[in-house]
Each structure stands twice: as C-alpha cells, then as structure tokens.
C-alpha cells in the first residue's frame, strides 16, 4: 500500500463518536461531554491536564492537587449504528448528553 492509500483509507475509516467522561474518583465529580472522535477527544482531555492547560480551570485545579491517579478518563456511550449526516450526528450527541446527565445526576454526580 502506497502513502496515498494509506491516507485515503484512514480518511475513510469511521470514527468513534459519543459521549466521555472525565470522573474525580475522590470527590465523584465528573465532567461529560460529546465529541464525534472519542479517540481524538480522551487525548486531549488526557494532555490539556497533563499540561496545565485544561479550559476547564475547577477539574485541572482538582488535578494539580490529586494527581492523575485520582481521575477516571473514559467513555461512557458509543454512538453506534447507521451512517448519519453530521447533523444528525450531533443531535443524537446531544440527546445521549442529556440522557446521560440526567441518569448522573439522579445517581447523585455532581459535575465541573
């Protein structure tokens, strides 16, 4: 396989959409969120604390003071099924949010 048929087959390959959590195992916070690249996503989420970057500056101080080891980073639903447009891609994400939110908080999660 060439580099142009490599490249196009990665372009085509389809990736994991859903929803992700980032859970403080001491406290039980968590932060939810959707993306339409869970790969790509629970990087980020991984190097934005790893780096002291994170946007959301209540999690990243509650990192600093515990430690990576007191987080759970992971998903929590996949997106799966048929082929969908990028619309209806993100109005199912955001069902599956609120779904997922409301099941949290019933549970007694708090979030960041």
Known sequence: MDRKQALRQYKETALPAGIFQVKNLKTGQVLIGTSPNLTGMLNRQRFELGM?????KALQADWNASGESAFEIGVLDLLEGQERSEAEQRAELKLLLE????KLTASGATFY
Request: glycine share 12%; aromatic share 12%.
């Open 52 to 56: 002291n970057g994170h946007r959301n």
């Open 99 to 102: 779904m997922w939110r409301e």
